[in-house]
């Protein structure tokens, strides 16, 4: 129902910084929850942030203190900025939004990170 493109991925070195942007077909303040997973090869898709419609925003333990992830609600775009970056980093990142339902996400088609050391 929504549609959802991410952008901003890349190949970086340890310690530098990307900024991911995910594009959504909605009014996004109006989003019950959105978000950023990643998968890393062979692994289960890891829930990394998420920011709910009042504007709280959840971090998984391994990246608090280094991402940041925003949303600009003129724009219909949701951010993550990383910093700090590290080769565990490296995943292929997926924008995820729960218009209504957490039941029923809507997700992007991935964007590939690759932190070098």
């Known amino acids: 129902q929504v549609q959802l493109v991410e952008s901003g991925g890349g190949l970086v070195q340890a310690g530098g910084s990307l900024r991911l942007s995910c594009a959504a077909s909605?009014?996004?303040?109006?989003?019950?929850?959105m978000g950023w997973y990643r998968q890393s090869s062979g692994t289960q898709r890891v829930l990394v942030a998420s920011?709910?419609?009042?504007?709280?925003?959840n971090y998984a333990d391994s990246v608090k203190g280094r991402f940041t992830i925003s949303r600009d609600g003129a724009k219909n775009m949701v951010y993550l900025q990383m910093n700090s970056l590290k080769p565990d980093d490296t995943a292929v990142y997926y924008c995820?939004?729960?218009?209504?339902?957490?039941?029923?996400?809507?997700w992007g088609q991935g964007t590939q990170v690759t932190v070098s050391s």
């Open positions: 909605g009014s996004i303040l109006t989003f019950n929850g």
């Open positions: 995820f939004a729960a218009p209504g339902s957490y039941s029923q996400l809507s």
């Open positions: 920011i709910r419609r009042s504007g709280s925003t």
